[in-house]
């Protein structure tokens, strides 16, 4: 990039020439095997060829689930797995929980029964769920809504045939993406490395053991080789070119999944509705930050993962879906205030036939040993709630591998940057005893947001306040933390991932102007490259026309 300051040619200058393990991949799962590893005290380096959290882990449905429909499936051991991973999450980011009631029609008396029996089985599978749990985002169980109840709540259901609704509770996720770089960050404080716009360009058996692996700083254009024990093969979608780069032919196949989801204005209550779509999948109407977030879509993916697109056509299907199933809502293509979507990586075994959305969610880890790869593993699959799960595994297997036995992880009860705390009041009462010059209202925001990284925000100081599209308000000293702590190095990644700023529609254009102009400051910009950034903010509200 010719417009590339002094800060991003020097930020190479630090790397290392060997680590223990390197870890390719950003997303979710790269994050918890970073964080888990580091925390092991294994000498760690994490590239991600794009921005953290920029594929898969953006394109979640901004929930935290412990997977009701795999019960169908009878996959009771992964719900339990997700059940229990989603108190982990809560014990240790509960800044970055909240807990939301998802209601499901009811339109049979069989269906009634049969949905009581998966309601119970799981309440019993989260038995656990509110232990050592912030009584600020702790769950309560289902209940049955009658059918004044239901059509109170959920106003633009269809009334044909409907008899009332199960309530049950999960968490949504607000900001999955600013929730996974706090696990990279977490571990950069512990000591590990970890480079956002570093592509892998080259990647090398040694024959003395080990890895030698060509960087590439997409910013710059500066090349670099890096040694490690141990390569880590988290690229979500990008898994199997990964594994054709270093030579490995894998004998299960990866399977992309297409999902998309639309931002809309707000067309439901506080609870999310799970419809059914004509096809017999599922669609679900969350609200989320004064809007409604509708989605998913799940249909296979067969191009390059790098030419990913959201087609205009699909969110003319989604929202055609959504009036379908969802009488009064009425939505146009110009109630699309933003829309986002992602490539899901699923294992498929050899000769399988099921569809993308009847595929197992499970995630499979792979050590490529026998084919020659001694310290070469791959997570495939699974979902962002049991991420955390997936990293623990990975990393004991590095253990067996690298040591002979497994250490304990500490990954359950560490709790990441913003969640150092034991309750919410107390956190507050905390905050504004030593900042009385606070006011009640701005703490309270900042806490919601960050959790106990609000003490490290009002170190700075700011008197300016920033208003987006949905009336929320951000303010000088979060804007400031954000861009000088946490690795934005385009207008994109504090707009769309870090801040969430963008992501609920276009800034009025006063608004805009000055918070652009207050980054590129803070960046050491010029106008040249603030005018390049901006232009790819612009970019991203527009979706391809087929």
């Known amino acids: 990039m010719k417009n590339s300051t002094k800060q991003e040619n020097s930020r190479l200058n630090h790397i290392k020439k060997e680590y223990d393990i390197l870890i390719i991949g950003g997303g979710i799962t790269g994050a918890n095997v970073l964080w888990d590893a580091t925390l092991r005290g294994y000498n760690c380096l994490l590239a991600e060829k794009n921005d953290y959290a920029s ?53 049979s008396w069989f269906q009634r029964i049969q949905l009581l029996l998966g309601m119970e089985l799981y309440n019993l599978l989260s038995y656990d769920r509110n232990k050592d749990i912030d009584p600020d985002v702790q769950l309560p169980r289902y209940r049955w809504n009658s059918l004044a109840e239901t059509i109170y709540k959920v106003i633009g259901l269809s009334r044909k045939f409907l008899k009332g609704s199960f309530q049950y509770y999960d968490y949504a996720n607000p900001n999955p993406e600013k929730h996974t770089t706090e696990f990279i960050l977490s571990a950069k404080e512990k000591g590990a490395h970890a480079f956002n716009y570093l592509s892998v360009s080259t990647l090398k058996k040694q024959n003395s053991g080990g890895y030698t692996v060509g960087l590439t700083d997409e910013i710059t254009g500066k090349k670099v080789l890096v040694s490690a024990k141990i390569v880590v093969n988290s690229a979500g979608p990008w898994a199997d070119l990964i594994e054709s780069m270093a030579g490995i032919t894998a004998e299960k196949k990866l399977v992309r999944s297409k999902g998309i989801h639309a931002v809309v204005r707000n067309i439901c209550g506080n609870e999310c509705v799970v419809l059914s779509k004509r096809d017999g999948s599922h669609l679900f109407v969350i609200p989320w930050r004064g809007k409604t ?122 709790p990441l940057l913003g969640g150092r705390y034991q309750n919410l009041k107390e956190l507050v009462n905390e905050i504004q005893f030593k900042h009385p010059q606070v006011p009640g209202q701005k703490i309270d925001t900042l806490v919601r947001r960050y959790g106990s990284t609000t003490w490290r925000i009002l170190q700075g100081k700011g008197s300016d306040v920033y208003r987006i599209s949905n009336g929320e308000l951000y303010f000088e000293e979060e804007v400031e933390y954000i861009v000088l702590h946490e690795d934005i190095l385009h207008l994109t990644d504090f707009y769309f991932r870090r801040s969430g700023v963008g992501t609920v529609g276009k800034l009025d254009s006063s608004e805009r102007n000055r918070l652009d102009k207050k980054i590129a400051k803070l960046l050491g910009w010029n106008t040249e490259r603030l005018k390049e950034e901006s232009k790819k903010v612009d970019e991203r509200y527009q979706w391809f026309v087929d």
Do not use: C, W
Not at 66 to 78: C, D, H, T
Not at 371 to 379: D, L, T
Not at 385 to 400: H, K
């Open 55 to 107: 594929g898969t882990s953006q394109a979640t449905s901004k929930l935290i689930h412990g997977g009701l429909r795999y019960l169908k499936n009878f996959e009771i051991g992964l719900v339990r797995e997700s059940l229990s991973e989603r108190r982990y999450l809560a014990k240790i980011s509960p800044h970055a929980v909240r807990p939301m009631g998802f209601i499901i029609p009811i339109r």
């Open 293 to 414: 977030i509708i989605g998913t879509t799940d249909t296979a993916y067969e191009d390059d993962p790098d030419k990913f697109k959201v087609k205009q056509s699909e969110i003319v299907d989604l929202i055609d879906e959504v009036n379908y199933s969802f009488g009064f809502a009425k939505l146009t293509l110009k109630d699309v205030e933003y829309y986002y979507g992602g490539l899901r990586p699923l294992v498929e075994d050899p000769g399988s036939t099921e569809g993308t959305y009847s595929a197992s969610r499970k995630s499979e880890i792979f050590h490529y040993e026998k084919e020659g790869f001694p310290g070469f593993f791959s997570a495939l699959g699974g979902k962002y709630t049991t991420s955390r799960a997936v990293a623990e595994s990975l990393v004991n297997a590095i253990d067996l591998f690298s040591k002979g036995n497994e250490t304990p992880s500490a990954t359950k009860f560490t």
